[in-house]
DNA sequence: GTGCATTCGATATTAAAATATCGAAATACT
DNA sequence: AGTATTTCGATATTTTAATATCGAATGCAC
């Protein structure tokens, strides 16, 4: 199986959603050249792109819609359901626990876990809660391999310690902490800071001479809002 | 202000996080490779990245970690609050407004706005949530740049331009939708699907022969635990 | 003080990603 | 039917990011 670039996967979804669209519009046939207009991608890249799906498209005409939802879905193993265990049912995880769209995206949420001792036995949004200890025993006889971590930064590395000891393969890190595990554990960070850095650097990048500037921009989005009345 | 590249400003909170570790421990300095061995990033490039944050080492010592830290949160404007709106007060916007690790990343969500009339005048962890009409105005009167995006996916884009029309200059996207709005409005995407995208491909790609590599695996580990006894 | 090891930071090389170019295939139009 | 136009997909070029190399600076051991 052909080893696809992390960055090519993460546009992959950004099209699927714009695919989904036009699915329930209707729609037939899409060009790689409308895709591009509406996502900001290169139009050769976004033909790269789904050339990696391993779809192939008809000239003048572009891509069946619904071939390339599938394409797109299987190559990313979003077709069939994979079972996951959370640990950390507290605020980001328990509105995880509700976030229903993880379903169409091929991970199915079966507990949750935590170590607060009250909420053990509860349901979640319909998802049954776990002592901790309950962990390492049904990872092994479930047979789960993902592991979504939305515990606290400081448990984080040890909650990941015990996910790798019972089985766990593959980790989903919702925390900000860099965990240190075995290499061939593939672990994926949602990486909030991240993205707020980006964000707060742009924004400054663009306006912090002294924050004069957003006054400024204010005075002229007013003048341009009133020419275009 | 000199533009920095993506990927390093996305591997700044990294080494902060790493940082903080190290001051609560009492350390004083850091090496670049030092901090190369634990986030996997190669040597020169955390140079680089550390660089490009404006702060100098000094050979045979590394830098001191309160400077690193120092500029590394100037770099990324995590010195001083922003304040934010919040539209959405959901399951993840809710757990966002209790997110109180955002403060020290300069960012203070002042407010929270939503469409169900029952939350209006509420407060959610010490939040005040506003109804709908109340967001332009207030936008405009405390001058609010930074929109926070969390309601379902259907909303989003409407919701984007009613911040876009109200004075928001940038906008941090929990929904999945691609937002098109004008070109100078700074979009911030926080992608679960994209990184879900990652995790799932990769899981796939490692073991999915037909799953039962897996339990290959298992035995493996299973053996090699056995061994380390 | 002198050599030695370590680390910085600048420059060069390599690798990867994004963009451009081009011919061929398919449809619509004359 | 023939021609123009759109779009695909393969190949080349350019751009950007990651890695390697090297000299200089600093502190430490002797
Ligand atoms: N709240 C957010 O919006 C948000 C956003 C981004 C990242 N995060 C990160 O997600 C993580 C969780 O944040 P939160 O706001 O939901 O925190 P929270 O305190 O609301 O929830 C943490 C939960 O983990 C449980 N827990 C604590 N230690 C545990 C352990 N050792 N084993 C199992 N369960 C344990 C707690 O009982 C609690 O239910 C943090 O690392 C945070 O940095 C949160
Ligand atoms: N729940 C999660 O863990 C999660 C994870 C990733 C992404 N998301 C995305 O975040 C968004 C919110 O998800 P959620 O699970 O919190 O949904 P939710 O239904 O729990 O919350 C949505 C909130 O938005 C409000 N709302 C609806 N329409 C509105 C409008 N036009 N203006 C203002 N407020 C409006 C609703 O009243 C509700 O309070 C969705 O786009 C979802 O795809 C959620």
Chains 1, 2 share one sequence.
Not at 142 to 148: A, E, F, S, W
């Amino acid at each position: 199986m052909i080893s696809i670039p992390v960055l090519t996967l993460k546009r992959l979804p950004q099209y699927l959603e714009l695919l989904y669209g036009f699915e329930q519009e209707g729609q037939d046939t899409i060009s790689a050249t409308r895709l591009a207009e509406l996502t900001g991608v290169h139009m050769t890249q976004v033909r790269k792109d789904i050339s990696l799906t391993g779809v192939v498209g008809t000239p003048k005409v572009g891509h069946k819609i619904k071939d390339l939802i599938e394409s797109i879905e299987s190559c990313l193993n979003w077709k069939d359901l994979s079972s996951a265990f959370l640990v950390g049912v507290g605020r980001l995880g328990s509105s995880l626990l509700g976030y229903s769209e993880l379903k169409r995206k091929g991970l199915n949420i079966v507990a949750g876990f935590d170590s607060d001792p009250s909420l053990a036995g509860t349901l979640v949004d319909g998802v049954i809660v776990h002592s901790m200890d309950k962990f390492a025993n049904l990872c092994q006889r479930m047979k789960v391999h993902i592991g979504i971590l939305t515990v606290p930064a400081d448990q984080a590395q040890s909650t990941a310690e015990l996910m790798v000891a019972s089985g766990i393969l593959a980790i989903w890190n919702f925390t900000p902490t860099l965990l240190q595990v075995d290499e061939n554990i593939i672990v994926e960070d949602v990486d909030m800071s991240a993205s707020l850095a980006v964000l707060s650097r742009r924004l400054s990048e663009k306006y912090d001479h002294d924050s004069k500037q957003i006054s400024k921009i204010d005075n002229y989005k007013n003048k341009t809002d009133q020419e275009k009345q």
